[in-house]
């Protein structure tokens, strides 16, 4: 196995090695080259490429790395084509003397297919600490007639990103694994193409609500976050609003709407399970110190 940092010229080869992978870590990657290209190339420093051979030709693996400063670990999202995750030391070692993991704690998402990696992290000490569902509905014209309670539901705009991040980090600040963001982050993601975000008002014009969708493949997309004004739970506006998304996307042709719901939270999978979301797959989050 031969470890060497990205760089650009990789690009192409990392998207197609990347798509053709079979379901891996916890990024559900945007297909969309550009997109994919201005992300990997934004912070190249953060992935490493993996080679069965010197030839350097063909990629045999990957792994980007997260550091979540204020959380206090560090995410590794990779795969490996040969399953031989007995080499999770080697590259964690290669992480380390090329000052790319910056905590001491590292996190690894496994699913109930990748058995190798698995058993591998068990025999390692790695230890389980969360579990997550993925989810997924596939949209149908009779969901169209479902009527949605009266809230005025529109497409945010660039302006907003204030309002949105204050509500996102108010929303989210008691939840597992979740770094509160900043203001440029969120008009970043704003002006992307494949983002469509969805918010509903009260009368001072402030946000109430929001649905954040991704679109992942031309008939595969995700609701990448539903957020309420704490102080407005309970009003129905969190269906409302996935309600809406599952008409946007049933409009615009998607096949698969997907998402992802802590194990932890019954409410939010009461709440899909009556919308017709359905478990797919489990996602286990496992913790280990490296000193």
Known sequence: MHIINFNKSYTKKLYNFIKNSEPHGYIDWVFEYNYFENYVN???????LIFSDLSLQNISGYCLVENKETLGFTQ???SLIDKNYSNITKIINFLRKNSIITNNKIIITSNEKEKNLVSSLSKKGWRKIRKFYKLVKTPNDSFMTNKIKNFVINKISEKDSEQLTNLQNKAFNNHWGYEKNTCSKIRYEICQNHNKIFISRNNDYSILGYVWIKDLEKYRSKINMLGIEPNFEG????KSLISYAIKN???TGKKKIILDVDSENIKAQRLYGQLGFKKFQ????????LF
């Open 249 to 251: 996307e049933t409009k």
């Open 235 to 238: 009003n129905g506006l969190g």
């Open 76 to 78: 590794l999202n990779f």
């Open 282 to 289: 489990t996602l286990t989050w496992w913790e280990k110190k």
């Open 42 to 48: 934004e912070s190249p420093k953060n992935i490493i």
